[in-house]
């Protein structure tokens, strides 16, 4: 077993939150070190808690559709690697949408995971908790964060959630579609 096997297997074992998750524990981290492009997202929703496959819900969809790849693709860990802020699904709040990833999961598992990781080129930063994470130096909001994706390269890209939920943001915010999404299926063409 390698030092990869190791720490992948410690993580999918990890109980460290499971008082606090109303699913109980069920950590959702994809990839190899092989892997040459990095999804670091929010935490699972309950969709990608019952079935253990990442963003395989509407989110999966709109993000697939942003990098311009297949299922088939998307889930080839030899390519591509998923890592949430938080692995477990953290359970929902008052007004239907998914409380935030627990804090204790990326300062414990991220440090240990992402070394391994060692062919990564480019890094997605998938919503507002991998952006606030990873980018010291990001803008006073996401939004302008994400407009701002140039100035993080070519380590980073932030990028919104694709929720549903922010179906809005992107109708108010049509240069995303426009200038970033061309580069970032360009530059994701070439990793994979």
Request: with cysteine; charged share 25%; net charge positive.
């Amino acid at each position: 077993m390698t030092k990869f096997d190791r720490v992948l297997a410690e993580l999918r074992d990890c109980t460290l939150c499971a008082e606090y998750l109303p699913l109980g524990p069920r950590p959702v981290v994809r990839g190899t070190p092989k892997a040459k492009l990095l999804i670091i997202s929010q935490a699972p929703g309950t969709k990608v808690h019952n079935t253990g496959i990442s963003f395989n819900d509407r989110s999966g969809d709109r993000l697939r559709e942003w990098l311009g790849i297949d299922r088939d693709t998307f889930y080839d860990e030899s390519r591509i690697a998923i890592m949430p802020m938080g692995a477990c699904y953290p359970g929902a709040n008052a007004k239907g949408g998914d409380l935030p990833p627990r804090k204790e999961c990326a300062p414990i598992w991220h440090p240990r995971l992402l070394p391994l990781f060692a062919n990564v080129e480019l890094t997605l930063l998938v919503g507002s908790y991998a952006v606030n994470h990873y980018l010291k130096n990001r803008k006073a909001t996401l939004s302008e964060t994400v407009e701002s994706w140039s100035a993080y390269g070519p380590k980073f890209m932030p990028l919104p959630h694709p929720s549903w939920r922010n179906t809005g943001w992107l109708k108010k915010n049509p240069w995303f579609a426009a200038d970033l999404l061309p580069v970032l299926r360009k530059r994701v063409q070439k990793l994979i």
